[in-house]
């Protein structure tokens, strides 16, 4: 079992940054790519990002191309996302997942992927 807990969001201007964090706690999360899904209301769930369980290979999705980055420190059981340029489109309902990866060169922004989810954070950007 894996236990998500993001943290990190809240309430910023277009074009500010916020850091959005994911702390996993019950066995390591070395052997699980990570992603970084969201909801905004009314629509679906969509995958923003994820990382490789080696750190080595991310995705974005193309909206946020550029503008987020994603990483992970496996030692302090950690993913990161770096989100810079934010606009209102940003606004949504942050959540952090893990699904079993390793050995895999790639990850996918699929919620089917994953298999632990946190309860998420809000993000939200006013114009």
């Known amino acids: 079992q894996v236990q998500l807990v993001e943290s990190g969001g809240g309430l910023v201007q277009t074009g500010n940054s916020l850091t959005l964090s994911c702390s996993a706690s019950?066995?390591?999360?070395?052997?699980?790519?990570m992603g970084w899904f969201r909801q905004a209301p009314g629509k679906e769930r969509e995958g923003v990002s994820c990382?490789?369980?080696?750190?080595?290979?991310?995705n974005y999705a193309n909206d946020v191309k550029g503008r987020f980055t994603i990483s992970r420190d496996n030692v302090q059981k950690t993913v990161y996302l770096q989100m810079n340029s934010l606009e209102p489109e940003d606004t949504a309902v942050y959540y952090c997942?893990?699904?079993w990866g390793s050995g895999r060169t790639m990850c996918l922004l699929q919620t089917n992927e994953y298999d632990y989810w946190g309860q998420g954070t809000q993000v939200t950007v006013s114009s």
């Open positions: 997942a893990a699904g």
């Open positions: 019950g066995r390591t999360i070395s052997g699980y790519a």
């Open positions: 990382i490789t369980s080696s750190g080595g290979t991310t």
